[in-house]
């Protein structure tokens, strides 16, 4: 007998490979719910997608009593930082919504539940790799609003199996958000800057790994916390050199002072000009991966693709597709399945 379950999220980039890969096992009854439209092909007959907002306690009700029982919460849907989110709303989705589904969850006895949280939460590190054992100290809201959630979740420890998973940026097929930047520039020949002289490591994951490992955790008992990401840990320099190179473009990496470009892109985000936030302009710049021992051997997982395969593959794709994307505020998909504002990214573009 299929299992039944629900997925918050199921409509955003995450979300929609992950349906996409439970499909394809045949042994789920998946429920969808999420405040975007459905974009899932009509004969999907596994699938029933359900409109709501997790911010709304009578919506999340309502998606238990009339579809559950569930044995498995996925709980992928997240306020994302961008130009169109504001602070009060991310801490309200993220938190409260995080809150109204744990709460409706063991209310309605639902076996397991896994959260899609972030590296974003330990702000910048004392020490590299991060490991799950160390204090989280996010530098802004999103970061914060996480490690709020998982204060909520730890709040029902011992009641549900309870598994949070802490991403760095998701990569794969589809990802959009600022790697269409990068895309942009590349595929038009254009320079791609970098901040210092580009040799800080920066983790990422493909998206397909992080599917495996969601469905791992949720077979998993007890309460626990895990880092996830690929294997090979490049400089940025590095990635973005790969994708280059497997583009043919003539595009050059250029290399800026530090210091003077925080300092512009500062100013930039606040007279909002500038596609970066606060967390993406601050780290850019520096290292941050984690260690996956964890998550390796109790999930019994391993990532199959390194970043640059996930860079790479997702540029072949982007240039397919090249054309057809929503921007971020103006249609009804994803922040991360959608293109940018460029801001003054336009001028720089001309001028590169």
């Known amino acids: 007998m299929a299992q039944k379950i629900l997925i918050t999220g199921g409509a955003g980039f995450i979300g929609s490979n992950f349906v996409a890969y439970l499909q394809k096992q045949?042994?789920?009854?998946?429920?969808v719910f999420d405040k975007l439209e459905n974009h899932a092909a009509a004969n999907d007959t596994d699938i029933i997608y359900v409109k709501g907002n997790i911010i709304s306690q009578n919506d999340v009700e309502d998606v238990f009593k009339n579809y559950g029982p569930f044995t498995t919460v996925?709980?992928?849907?997240?306020?994302?930082?961008?130009?169109?989110?504001?602070?009060?709303?991310?801490?309200?989705t993220n938190v409260i919504g995080t809150k109204n589904l744990i709460s409706s969850a063991v209310k309605h006895k639902t076996k397991a539940f896994v959260f899609t949280s972030s590296n974003v939460t330990y702000g910048i590190p004392e020490a590299l790799p991060t490991t799950e054992e160390m204090i989280p100290i996010p530098l802004e809201v999103y970061g914060k609003s996480k490690i709020l959630a998982e204060e909520e979740l730890k709040k029902f420890k011992g009641r549900i199996?309870?598994?949070i998973i802490r991403?760095?940026?998701?990569?794969?097929?589809?990802?959009?958000?600022?790697?269409?930047?990068?895309?942009?520039f590349i595929s038009d020949n254009k320079k791609v800057y970098v901040l210092?002289?580009?040799?800080?490591?920066?983790?990422?994951?493909?998206?397909?790994?992080?599917?495996t490992a969601l469905e791992k955790a949720s077979q998993v008992r007890g309460f626990d916390i895990y880092n996830i990401g690929a294997d090979e840990i490049l400089t940025l320099k590095e990635i973005y050199l790969r994708v280059i190179k497997h583009?043919?473009?003539?595009?050059?990496?250029?290399?800026?002072?530090?210091?003077?470009?925080?300092?512009?892109?500062s100013i930039l985000d606040k007279l909002n000009l500038s596609p970066l936030g606060v967390y993406q302009y601050s780290m850019i710049g520096r290292s941050l991966y984690t260690d996956t021992t964890k998550i390796k051997k109790k999930l019994h997982w391993k990532p199959l693709k390194t970043n640059a395969d996930t860079f790479i593959e997702n540029y072949d794709w982007y240039i397919k597709n090249k054309g057809n994307f929503t921007q971020i505020g103006s249609?009804?998909?994803?922040?991360?399945?959608?293109?940018?504002?460029?801001?003054?990214?336009?001028?720089?573009?001309?001028?590169?």
């Open 167 to 184: 991403c760095p940026v998701v990569s794969g097929l589809g990802r959009l958000g600022l790697q269409a930047i990068l895309f942009d």
């Open 196 to 211: 210092g002289d580009g040799s800080n490591k920066y983790q990422f994951v493909d998206v397909t790994d992080v599917c």
């Open 247 to 265: 583009a043919k473009s003539t595009s050059k990496i250029v290399c800026l002072p530090s210091t003077l470009a925080l300092f512009i892109l």
């Open 161 to 163: 199996n309870i598994q």
């Open 26 to 31: 045949k042994k789920y009854k998946i429920i």
């Open 74 to 92: 996925f709980h992928l849907a997240s306020a994302m930082p961008n130009k169109e989110v504001n602070d009060a709303k991310m801490l309200e």
């Open 331 to 352: 249609g009804d998909f994803s922040a991360n399945r959608s293109v940018p504002k460029m801001g003054v990214l336009t001028l720089l573009k001309m001028i590169s």
